[in-house]
């Protein structure tokens, strides 16, 4: 292939010669001139179309036919004539389908004669310009950005709020008629969800019980909540095979105990007791056997925080060595692992690699309705599919966060706490940073996206940071050593709703109020963040168990035992020390304001249960110790012990339809309650 340089002078060195000939051959020949001698693309983007030109000029008086030829995503003409002093440019055409850099050529050949001219473009990826109502966003791809520009008035808007009617854009704003989701019925909650449209939740089961066990709680559409007599002969109190205490006519009255009849009611782990000669007698509990165990293979190291979704699936994870391609170096890595209500195993994705340490201090949180799970690990904060647990997304929580307080090699220490649900659509994270003097954030994170939202400093400390059933924020915060903390509720959108100096930990938060911890007194938390003293009504200084439901505050402490007090009139539904506990006691409510808990003894544990009433439910003998956190879904009890991780049948227990169910809030272990 001869240069261009050298075809330009053959050229014209040949038409000088056949010029002296004399005019009848001189249009016999012609020169081709091509410019550039090279083609650069401009910025070019993926998706987008861009064109550059070759200049063909003919210089001859003879027509010459030029064949074209190139490769993807380069193309052009394949053949055209250029007349004698004709002059045409030429489309080259890039479709890039991929970022990077991109080279070719344009190949043109025309008599005896051929030339390469070279192609190249640098090709970028199109940024992501997400669209929203009452803006028209488009990419400039002169400028490489997203132009953002208002909406016309009147344009049509919220096609994805189903919470708004006849949407429609007013000075770059959409505005509407809110959508009306009541039903007309009394037993229902009616609620809005943006994505999903009405709601309307069952609330019967919140109906407050009877102190009278012969009346029970119903829920009439009209009327809402209130009381029917139950059935005649319902046991209402103890049997003890002389006098039976039995409803009749919704009292509770005293008859003389039949032979035969139940003295003790039949558990999962006992037969009922019956009355025999006036005498009680009660099969002994039966060791429970597990519906199912999920025991680790060999070198492996399972941990279990308890943490369930809504349909009992169990979520934990699990770390082990594995070797590496090379067979160089065993390389510690940990898994996120689910187990189905029936133990089967749904998936064991390798989540954290290279990292010895990572195995320790994760945090597992549960979204049921958005189908994911997030694991916070080292500084980061990962969102997995929660049907087959595929990394959806992840970021690193730490980055763009200042280091005040560095260790002494000059990094930054950062600690991250267990994720949590802030309204409909944000996961958070509380962040610790420093080594002595500390700053705290909560960071929050889009859940589907991972794109970062709002985020809250604080300095010093963190302290009882929990989300209310609606999605609030509540938290409080200190300074080292200080002697009073800042609380704050704050709304999902990021804004504080209130802000008071209060010497208190908050624990809990439920239907617009909290609990919390101070000097010798546990103290009810308002919306407006005032303080009300609960001692008056009973409760301890300092319950190792706190658990809301309604209106109610379900506490455990070794002096009052396991009661439950109506925070607005302080009665008490049921009060009851004979609990058998063992060591490690973990609470969680159950359906029908019941209270179900777990221990752990040198050669056991065991698994209990009250009714609504504080009546015994269960008390049953588990073959392995209870480790973790109580977890009770759907009728299976997940407990774990001595390494492995068990199902146990209780088809009288499932978890309380609402409040602050469980160490974390709920099951799901997302800081919230349900």
């Not at 060595?321 to 187990?339: E, F, H, I, K, M």
């Not at 390798?350 to 916070?376: E, H, K, M, N, P």
């Amino acid at each position: 292939m001869i240069s261009l340089e050298k075809l330009m002078v053959a050229s014209l060195l040949g038409f000088v010669l056949v010029s002296c000939r004399g005019d009848e051959l001189s249009g016999a020949e012609s020169t081709l001139i091509i410019t550039p001698q090279e083609v650069v693309f401009g910025r070019a983007w993926v998706g987008r179309r861009a064109t550059a030109q070759l200049t063909l000029r003919n210089e001859g008086r003879a027509p010459i036919e030029v064949a074209l030829s190139t490769q993807a995503p380069f193309s052009t003409v394949t053949e055209l004539t250029l007349g004698g002093g004709d002059e045409r440019e030429v489309d080259v055409v890039l479709d890039a389908t991929s970022a990077g850099s991109v080279t070719g050529a344009v190949r043109l050949a025309w008599n005896a004669s051929s030339l390469e001219v070279p192609v190249s473009a640098d090709v970028a990826a199109i940024p992501f310009c997400p669209a929203a109502d009452c803006r028209e966003v488009t990419f400039d791809a002169t400028t490489g950005a997203c132009v953002d520009t208002v909406a016309p008035d009147g344009t049509s808007c919220g096609a994805t709020d189903q919470c708004l009617v006849a949407g429609a854009c007013v000075s770059g704003t959409c505005m509407g008629r809110p959508r009306d989701c009541s039903d007309g019925n009394a037993c229902t909650a009616d609620s809005c969800d943006s994505a999903a449209g009405c709601r309307h939740d069952d609330v019967s089961q919140a109906c407050p019980l009877s102190t009278n066990p012969c009346l029970a709680p119903v829920c009439e559409p009209v009327s809402g909540c209130g009381l029917v007599p139950v059935t005649d002969g319902t046991a209402c109190g103890p049997n003890d095979c002389t006098t039976a205490r039995v409803c009749v006519g919704g009292a509770c009255v005293s008859r003389t105990a039949p032979e035969g009849s139940a003295c003790a009611p039949k558990t999962t782990c006992r037969e009922a007791g019956v009355c025999h000669g006036q005498q009680c007698e009660v099969p002994p509990a039966a060791p429970m056997t597990p519906r199912w165990s999920y025991v680790p293979p060999a070198g492996h190291t399972l941990r279990f925080f308890g943490t369930v979704d809504d349909e009992g699936n169990a979520f934990a994870t699990e770390s082990w060595l594995q070797s590496d391609t090379g067979n160089v170096r065993d390389v510690p890595v940990t898994a996120l692992l689910s187990l189905s209500r029936d133990g089967v195993v749904r998936f064991k994705e390798i989540a954290v690699s290279d990292c010895s340490s990572c195995q320790y201090g994760l945090a597992l949180a549960v979204d049921t309705a958005g189908r994911r799970v997030f694991l916070a690990a080292r500084s980061m904060l990962q969102a997995h599919s929660l049907d087959d647990g595929r990394l959806l997304w992840a970021q690193d929580v730490t980055l763009g966060v200042p280091t005040y307080d560095r260790r002494p090699d000059g990094g930054g220490s950062f600690s991250l706490s267990a994720p949590l649900l802030i309204g409909d659509t944000l996961v958070g994270v509380p962040l610790s940073e420093g080594v002595s003097d500390h700053h705290v954030y909560v960071r929050t994170f889009d859940r589907a996206t991972g794109t970062q939202g709002w985020q809250l400093h604080k300095k010093g400390h963190l302290y009882g940071t929990g989300v209310d059933h609606t999605g609030e924020l509540w938290l409080s915060s200190a300074n080292c050593w200080a002697a009073a903390g800042e609380l704050t509720r704050v709304a999902p959108s990021g804004v504080a709703q209130a802000t008071r100096f209060h010497e208190l930990y908050p624990s809990t938060a439920w239907a617009g109020f909290g609990i919390g911890r101070a000097g010798n007194a546990t103290w009810l938390i308002d919306r407006s963040l005032s303080l009300t003293n609960l001692s008056t009504m009973g409760v301890s200084s300092a319950p190792s168990a706190v658990l809301l439901r309604g209106n109610e505050l379900i506490t455990w402490d070794s002096t009052n035992g396991l009661m439950a007090t109506d925070v607005t009139s302080g009665t008490h539904r049921f009060q009851t020390r004979a609990l058998e506990l063992g060591a490690s006691a973990d609470f969680q409510l159950v359906k029908d304001g019941g209270v179900a808990w777990t221990g752990s003894y040198t050669d056991g544990g065991v698994l209990g249960a009250i009714d609504g009433r504080g009546a015994p439910l269960l008390s049953c003998v588990l073959p392995t110790k209870a480790e973790s956190a109580t977890a009770i879904v759907r009728g299976v009890a997940y407990v774990f012990g001595n390494g492995s991780l068990s199902g146990f049948s209780v088809p009288e227990l499932d978890v309380e339809s609402g409040g602050w169910v469980g160490r974390s809030g709920s099951p799901s272990r997302n800081g919230r309650a349900r």
